[in-house]
């Protein structure tokens, strides 16, 4: 497979952001230190997988690292991409000015968008999630996704709080990445608030991808360890080819089901990456809430040769970096 080039955003003047965006695992080395040269090689082998960009977020283990890691993280990511993709980085922070100084640096860096969570330290009413959210829009000149991660707050983001960013900053602005529940009620209900202008990725690691597409999302980020049947998916989702769909759908909702917190999907990510060849190591940054048995991981590696029968073009496992 070969990554699909971006096609530049008339408005903007960066490349568009849309269809699947894995991401990236942060690889450690014995030390806990970020491995660079791992780093490059998961790069590479997304980018060979035909991701349409990619993304640093919460599964890049971004809250475990310190503000130099995670600037060196951007910095890295960016410059393996070369430009030949779209990059969203997490900007999200507990202040404003972290977060506004995350973006500022991001953007200087290359990043075409930016993905933003809110402060999780404290519960914030809207009108300074609002507040935080103006900020950093107008900090930068590229787009922002806000990001719900209800998980961390507790609570979801506010529909009304979506529109009115909207309709100050507007669509090729403003994008969104909602994760409460009920993902697709909600999806829905926000394009209706919305007049069909919100544009919108599924968060959920790609088990509710099919029935988001139907609701009207422009793509999705999903974890890293199998982009290949992602974008396999995402083609098939577009042509409107039923047969393939439901072939790839069964068990990658079954994957992503068995990672049911933060700390189990980072594991399984780590562990489906080693067993493909692109991680030397499956480390997680300490402390975590959450291990992984062997019976998990088993059936981790069952539905990932499921995936593989279901899309012939997957990529051969790679040897060991």
């Known amino acids: 497979m070969t990554a699909i080039r971006p ?3 008339p408005d903007l003047g960066h490349l568009e952001l849309a269809g699947v965006l894995p991401v990236v695992s942060t690889p450690f080395d014995e030390l806990e230190r970020v491995d660079s040269r791992v780093l490059c090689r998961e790069i590479e082998w997304l980018l060979d997988c035909g991701v349409h960009g990619l993304a640093i977020a ?3 283990e971004v809250l475990r690292l310190g503000d130099r890691e995670r600037i060196g993280l951007t910095d890295s990511v960016l410059a393996a991409v070369d430009g030949r993709v779209p990059v969203v980085v997490s900007v999200g922070a507990e202040s404003t000015v972290m977060a506004t100084s995350f973006a500022e640096h991001a953007v200087t860096s290359g990043a075409a968008a930016l993905m933003a969570i809110p402060p999780v330290a404290i519960a914030l009413p809207d009108r300074a999630v609002l507040d935080y959210y103006r900020a950093i829009l107008n900090s930068v000149s590229v787009p922002v996704v806000v990001q719900d991660a209800s998980g961390y707050l507790g609570r979801p983001l506010g ?3 979506y529109v009115s960013l909207l309709e100050e900053f507007g669509s090729r602005r403003v994008l969104f990445k909602p994760e409460a529940q009920p993902l697709g009620p909600r999806l829905t209900a926000l394009l209706d608030a919305s007049g069909g202008q919100a544009r919108v990725f599924e968060g959920t690691g790609g088990i509710g991808l099919v029935d988001a597409h139907r609701r009207g999302v422009v793509g999705t980020m999903p974890g890293p360890e199998v982009p290949w049947a992602l974008v396999a998916l995402w083609a098939a ?3 409107g080819d039923r ?4 072939a790839i759908n069964g068990p990658l909702s079954a994957l992503v089901a068995v990672q049911s917190t933060l700390d189990s999907f980072v594991a399984v990510e780590k562990h489906l990456l080693v ?3 692109v991680f030397a190591s499956v480390r997680r940054r300490r402390p975590y809430a959450d291990d992984v048995d062997p019976t998990t991981l088993a059936e981790a590696d069952r539905l990932t040769a499921l995936l593989r029968h279901a899309c012939p073009r997957a990529p051969i496992p790679v040897g060991a970096p």
Do not use: I, K, R, Y
Not at 243 to 246: F, G, K, P, W
């Open 7 to 9: 096609t530049p955003d």
């Open 237 to 239: 989702l577009t042509a």
């Open 275 to 277: 067993a493909q060849g």
């Open 243 to 246: 047969e393939v769909v439901d």
């Open 159 to 161: 529909l009304d709080l």
């Open 58 to 60: 919460m599964v890049s």
